[in-house]
């Protein structure tokens, strides 16, 4: 099994580009666009690297956008091959990126050298955004390349993120944008007591339950149904983090 998508996944592989180093990811693809006619932009923001590169000036922008970081290895000794050694075994490959996201982006640049060499004065622009900032705190990297580029007013038209979201085989499933977010902050207040005297008190817990309860209720008529599943609401996949603080809800376990 050989391919220059595979050849280049692999090479990209071999760097330990641990969030939210690129570990030089980004130099090996901006070395085959540059060739190409690409013009090249690297965004460095504190730790994080990124890289902007764009093909023709016309509108409209079509990008490629992804990550070149990886999240962590965990206990090596449940890996059965070096995860920053990519491994083909029985038509797969095993690694860290394979899936996420180390492959698409290969396919991204092969792609784009496959078609930039066929058609070179093509019509609108092509462009890649890639960051090193996906899988940790995600603050300086698309985020910040995207700010930058809309400061001097250039806009995407149409983005492709090649995160893994196939299900049984490859492409089997695309998803049409995805879910945003979004984060605030519940302030309980109760009234300590004593357990004799629990009339006196307030536990936050119980006044909590409402309000969860009244979120999760909540619903967007503005989504369609038959498109996209409800973030909120009943058997939906949404995480939600609570965190209980001692300064704000002012109580404490008694006994009797």
């Not at 058997?235 to 704000?248: E, F």
Request: charged fraction near 25%.
């Amino acid at each position: 099994m050989s391919s220059a998508t595979l050849e280049l996944v692999q090479q990209m592989m071999r760097r330990r580009s641990v969030t939210p180093d690129d570990a030089g990811c980004q130099e090996i693809i901006a070395r085959r666009l540059k060739p190409l006619g690409f013009a090249l932009e690297s965004m460095r923001c504190g730790e994080v690297s990124n890289l902007w590169a764009r093909h023709g000036q016309a509108k409209p922008v079509l990008c490629f956008a992804g990550h070149t970081d990886v999240v962590p290895t965990g206990p090596l000794e449940q890996w059965l091959s070096d995860p920053f050694e990519p491994s083909l075994r029985e038509g797969r490959l095993y690694g860290r990126g394979a899936a996420d996201m180390k492959s698409s982006i290969a396919a991204f640049v092969c792609a784009a050298e496959e078609f930039v060499a066929a058609h070179p004065q093509h019509q609108g622009s092509i462009a890649l955004l890639l960051t090193s900032d996906e899988e940790g705190a995600a603050v300086d990297g698309t985020v910040r390349v995207v700010e930058k580029l809309k400061a001097r007013g250039e806009l995407l038209d149409y983005c492709i993120v090649g995160e893994p979201t196939s299900v049984n085989k490859l492409g089997d499933m695309i998803k049409n944008g995805r879910r945003g977010s979004l984060s605030g902050t519940l302030v309980i207040k109760g009234v300590q007591g004593h357990v004799a005297y629990p009339h006196l008190a307030k536990n936050p817990v119980h006044l909590a339950a409402p309000a969860l309860a009244a979120l999760i209720a909540q619903t967007d008529d503005r989504i369609d149904r038959t498109q996209i599943e409800p973030t909120l609401g009943g058997g939906s996949h949404a995480r939600r983090q609570v965190r209980v603080r001692r300064d704000h809800h002012r109580w404490r376990p008694v006994r009797a």
